[in-house]
């Protein structure tokens, strides 16, 4: 399975607030994008793939959503209303969470009360990570396993102390290229090399 895990500091936790407003600095257009990157080719659902959107925003965080490409299988739309759409029906199916819990939304996906920093532990006992970020190693150089996962932030740049910790826990920093990109970019383009390593 390839699993992105995006960290959106400002990401809505509950379905009332999970609406883009004019002027709105969450840039909620991020998420959209990412979650039509990670899951969708031009043809079809992506099959063993999943993004974790792990939301610390009002009002009741944490949250992380995880949609699986496969058992999705389609949106409403690829547009930003459509799926915000069904993110907001993944929060509403978890405003009562404890800690821990996870409910199925919809099929294929998925809400859970946690935070970002459990949900990369267990995503590590899957398998080995990768932290993107400037300074990492080339994604060129690396032979990457299937069962990959990597993980990057919003708009927002990451903090040093999570950096930190990602190091200690043994996320592997990568890097996609020389020049910064728009996340949902970052993940095209992760997808492009492990399809060609794929053979796809």
């Known amino acids: 399975m390839r699993d992105f895990i995006l960290r959106a500091r400002k990401g809505p936790t509950t379905a009332g607030l999970a609406q883009a407003q004019p002027g709105d600095d969450r840039h909620l257009e ?5 979650v039509v990157n990670a899951l ?14 792990a939301l610390d925003g009002p009002v009741a965080p944490p949250k992380v ?6 058992a999705l299988g389609s949106l409403p739309g690829l547009d930003e209303q459509s799926i915000w759409s069904v993110l907001r029906q993944a929060l509403d199916a978890g405003r009562h969470l404890a800690l821990g819990e996870e409910v199925q939304a919809i099929p294929g996906v998925f809400v859970a009360k946690k935070s970002f920093e459990q949900l990369v532990r267990e995503r590590l006992a899957a398998g080995p990570v990768y932290a993107l970020r400037p300074g990492g190693a080339d994604l060129r150089s690396i032979s990457f396993p299937a069962s990959a996962g990597f993980v990057l932030t919003d708009h927002l740049a990451m903090p040093r102390k999570v950096d930190r910790f990602l190091e200690r826990l043994g996320a592997h920093p990568l890097s996609v290229g020389p020049t910064m990109l728009f996340a949902s ?3 095209a383009v992760v997808h492009n ?7 796809d």
Do not use: K, M
């Open 65 to 70: 959503i995880r949609l699986e490409g496969e």
């Open 185 to 187: 970019q970052c993940i």
């Open 40 to 53: 969708f080719t031009s043809r079809r659902a992506r099959p063993d793939t999943a993004i974790h959107l």
């Open 30 to 34: 991020v998420i959209a994008h990412c």
């Open 193 to 199: 090399e492990l399809d060609r390593q794929a053979g």
